[in-house]
Every structure is written in C-alpha cells, then in structure tokens.
C-alpha cells in the first residue's frame, strides 16, 4: 500500500470574516430543522448540511469507499476548480466549490475523497452553548457525542491518511458570549484531543444578562 498524508490545511488558519445570513424562514426538514430550529436560515445553508454527507475512504481498505466526484458533485454541484497535489507517494486530486465566500474543498485519491472541509460559514442560531456546557466536554469523547452536546460545528474539516484519522471543528454561533466567542476542537481517531473556547460567559452571567 502507497502512503501518503493529505495535504489540506484546515481550519484553524482559516478566516470566518465575511459569513453572512439571511433572514429567510427555515424549511422544515429534518435535517435543517435538527440545526436551526427557531432560527433564521443561514445563506448557503444547504451546503453546509450537505457536506455531512462526504465520506472518506478507509485505510483498511487501501483508501477507497469515500465519496467520488460524481456524488461530490450532486452534492454541491460542479466544481470550480481542480488541480493535483503531490501527497507523499501519490497524487491527490484537489477540488473547490465556491459560494460567495464559503468554501468547499475535497482531496480525492483513484476517486475516493480522503479529506474535506467546509470554511467561511456560520449558522444562525440562539444561544444555547455556555462556558459550563463547553466544560462538560472531555478527551476522548467522539465527534458524535460532542456535536450531540454542542449541535454542529459551523466549519469543519476531516481527512485520513496513513496511519492517521483527524476532524477539526469550529464553533462560532449559538454561544452565549459577550463578543468574538469561539469553541476549536480536535479529533484524532475519533476522540478528541485539544479543545480551546475564546468568549463564552457562564450560566451565573447569561441569567445576570437577561
């Protein structure tokens, strides 16, 4: 089996000046409802939600499995740009969608997406995630169980290569915080690793503030 690293640089370098909304009334399926209910929907939103639907290829078996251009291209349509990145002992083919400034980035190898991340986006959403709830979090929880407690991150990326699995995540809506809050989160094989927040207020403040 070739190895290889996937070469996308995620988040934590990645601006979220500039996400805009608009105050359009949400659709009621399951999936927006999930993410924005008693919420406006955010611009691009469909987007956003259709990116859950990437899956990446597995290492076991030698990388395939993931989503292929053609159902990356259902997804969020055709791409605006394609180009090949060297990765290690292979060649990665390096797709972008744009939609005004969110972002939308995959990496596939033989067809396989092995990395993928969404930026420049961010949900419109109440308040719902203090300094306490975000304390509640510890190492080791899974993606799952984190976005079951946090709801879904707002940009976020994931990628596997040889020998690794990782998803960086960022939170920037739906947190009580007195201004620029923001929750960052790392997972390494699905458990996550390193986790910083700038802004969120207490429970105690947030009831002081109403």
């Known amino acids: 089996m070739k190895k290889f690293t996937t070469t996308l640089l995620l988040l ?5 000046v500039g ?8 659709t009621t399926t399951e999936a927006s409802v999930k993410e924005t209910a008693n919420d406006f929907k955010a611009a691009h939103e469909e987007l956003r939600l259709a990116f859950n639907q990437v899956q990446l290829g597995q290492e076991a078996n030698e990388f395939a499995g993931g989503s292929s251009l ?6 969020f349509g055709t791409p605006n740009k ?3 990145l060297k990765a290690g002992d292979v060649d990665l083919d390096a797709y972008t969608w744009t939609a005004d400034s969110v972002t939308i980035s995959a990496q596939l190898y ?15 959403r109440q308040p719902s995630i203090s300094l ?6 510890s190492q ?4 799952t169980q984190v976005t079951d407690k946090l709801g879904e991150p707002d940009v976020v990326s994931k990628s596997v290569s040889t020998g690794r699995q990782d998803i960086q995540a ?11 809050g923001k929750i960052e989160l790392t997972f390494e094989q699905n458990g996550l690793t390193t986790m910083t927040q700038v802004g969120l207020i207490s429970n105690e403040a947030v009831t002081t503030t109403k």
């Open 170 to 180: 960022i939170w920037v809506s739906g947190l009580y915080t007195n201004s620029g």
């Open 140 to 143: 080791g929880m899974t993606y």
């Open 70 to 75: 053609s159902q990356l291209e259902g997804l």
């Open 132 to 137: 306490e709830k975000y304390q509640g979090l």
């Open 19 to 26: 996400c805009s909304s608009t105050k359009e009334e949400v």
């Open 12 to 16: 934590f370098s990645l601006s979220l």
């Open 82 to 84: 394609h180009e090949t």
């Open 110 to 124: 033989k067809d396989s997406a092995v990395a993928a991340s969404i930026s420049n986006f961010a949900f419109n």
